[in-house]
Every structure is written in structure tokens, then in C-alpha cells.
């Protein structure tokens, strides 16, 4: 029998994509043992059905299939072959409209689907047919998420990028009931192109394009008016992020910024500032606290220093001469100063008495 790995666990038991040469790729399960491995259920009987975006929910396996006639449309498992059938056929006929898996949160499964009515939208499901439903039609008579469908449980809300025609592709959320707008990253009917949401300890994550058009990584508390971009992690150009990860109290991140694909830290806590590239030596700057001038070692004249607070926005940008910066019109406080030296993007922190 050869079988796929990639699946879900529920109840202790792995479910995944097998074939066993006969039956095709099919639904399978196994608790481990030999004796507790097998095939839940011959979805397709004319070839296979190949059974992916799966994901637990009330104790019961969610996921999307093709049984040979109806197309890709959610199914649910309980494990058992009775127990295994299509949940709702939301497009009907052989097409098919299951897409792609979401989020759940305590109510319901979130996923993207399409039906001949709204195109491509947010859809829910409890596992039910009666419990499975398009969110909101955003757009009437049209598809409303992007085919990079983004998708992150937050706070109790589902997180979402989706188009309308007032603001493009921006930021929405919902509570299953009740879909609002969020924020309008690049303000006006143009897309910032809200992707790759994450959730990492307890912040939403995401990237987006601003009204600069360049790529950068931002974060919420769950409120429009805390919604903010990471200005230091990448302020003179495009920053994707591969992965993110909370170790030992640091944000550590896998991203492509200026200088190529690197890891990079940083955290928000006050006392311990701004972002430090794990790679990069540090700027030898003196006094360090000043009253405002700093002088810096093996930075050329012209050098561009871009200042940052501790909330990671960009405050000041300044240039090198004579060997040393100034930062005179900012208040006192503790800021981080980043430049390009090289090859490498440095940083140091900064004291302005």
C-alpha cells in the first residue's frame, strides 16, 4: 500500500491520502498499528477520489473529495465508512467547488468555495448540511477572494483578505455572523494584497503592500487603530516572509529583504528594542547615550540612517557626514538606528537623552 503521510489527526487517529492499488487514492486511516490501519471508505468507485485540505472539527475528520460525479465538495469522517459522506454539494454538478480549507474557530470550519451565484467566497461549515453556509457575499454576483486565499482565527474573529469594490483587496473579519471591513492597508480601490496571515504568540501577522507599493510585514492587536507595519525590518524595500516562529520570548523570522533571504529577530518589548539581524555585525556608534549627534565607524558619508521608535515605526531618516548623524529633533527616548553597511543591514540602539 503505498500512502501519503500529509493529513490530520483526530482522536488519536491519523487520517490520510492512501492507495492500495485496487481502489485508488482514497480516504485511510491508522491509529499506529497494523491491526487499527486501514481505508475508511471508497469514495470514488470509478478511480480516485484523492482526499485532501483535511482538518478536525467536533471530533470528526473535515476535508474535500471527488467522488466521480458531483466533483470536489466537502465531506466529512467520522472514521467509519457510514460515517463518511458529502456534506453539502455546493456547486452542483460535476465542476466541483471546494477549494481550500481555512480556520475554525469554536463554532465552525472556514473555508474557500465557489458556487454559480457569488463566485469564489468565504463559506462555513459545522459538518452539517444545515450548518453549512456562505459567510457574506461581498461582492454581488462575484467572486470576493483572491485566489491567494489568506485565512487566520484571531481573538474569536476569522481574519480574511477579500475584495470589494470600494477598497480592493484588504483586510476583513468576521465573527461567523456579523463580516465587517478592517482595514484599508493601501487606502483607495487599489489591493495591498493581504497575505500570509499567522497568528505567532499573540499577534496577528500579515503582509501588505501600503500606499508606498512596497511589501511589508505587519501586525494587529485585533483593532484597526493598532494595525501597524514593522518599519524596521525593511524600510527601503520589498520584505516577504517564508516563516515565523516565538522562541525564548523573540519573534524569529525566515525573509527576503534587501540583502536576500535571511533570518531576522526581534521582539516589542520597550527595554529590549527593535529588530536585529541574527547575521549582521553591529554599528560601532559613540556617545551612546547623546543629546543628538552620534558618530559612527566605518560608515561612509552619504550613508542613509533610518531611525525607528519602539513600536517599529520609522520616525526619522537621515544622512552621514563627516562621520556622524544627527537625531536632534526627536524627543528624548530609546530608538534604533539601521543602515546598509556592505552587504549587510546593521543595527544599533540608540539612548537620546
Known sequence: M???????????????????GI???????????????GMVKDISASGSSNPFNMGGFNNKLIFSADNGVAG??????????????????????????????????????????????????????DGTIAGTSIVKPIMVNS??????????AYQGFIFFAAEDAAHGIELWKTDGTTTSFFADIFPGTLSSGIDQLMVVNDKLFFTARDATNVLKLWFTDGTAANTHPIEFLNPVGNF????????????????TGTTGTELYTFNFN???????????????????PSSGIFYVTEIPDH??????????????????????FQISSLPPGFYVARVQKGDKVVTQKLIKQ
Open 72 to 125: 470536489r465538495e466537502l465531506w466529512v469522517s467520522d472514521g467509519t465508512s457510514l460515517g463518511t459522506a458529502m456534506v453539502k454539494d455546493i456547486n452542483p454538478g460535476s465542476v466541483g467547488s471546494m477549494e481550500q480549507l481555512g480556520a475554525a474557530v469554536t463554532n465552525a470550519v472556514y473555508f474557500r468555495a465557489y458556487d454559480p451565484v457569488n463566485g469564489f467566497g468565504l463559506w462555513k461549515t
Open 23 to 37: 481502489n485508488g487514492s482514497e480516504l485511510w486511516k491508522t491509529d499506529g498499528t497494523t491491526g487499527g490501519t
Open 303 to 324: 550613508s542613509r540612517v533610518y531611525i525607528f521608535d519602539q513600536l517599529g515605526r520609522m520616525v526619522d531618516e537621515t544622512t552621514v557626514a563627516n562621520g556622524s
Open 270 to 288: 520597550p527595554i529590549v528594542l527593535g529588530l536585529e539581524s541574527v547575521i549582521a555585525t553591529r554599528l560601532d556608534i559613540y556617545p551612546n
Open 240 to 255: 516577504g516572509v517564508f516563516d515565523m516562529k516565538f522562541i525564548n520570548n523573540r519573534y524569529v523570522i525566515a525573509a
Open 143 to 152: 467572486s470576493s477572494l483572491p485566489g491567494n486565499f489568506s485565512i487566520a
Open 2 to 20: 503505498g500512502g501519503q503521510v500529509a493529513g490530520s489527526v483526530v482522536n488519536n487517529t491519523l487520517y490520510y491520502i492512501g492507495n492500495d
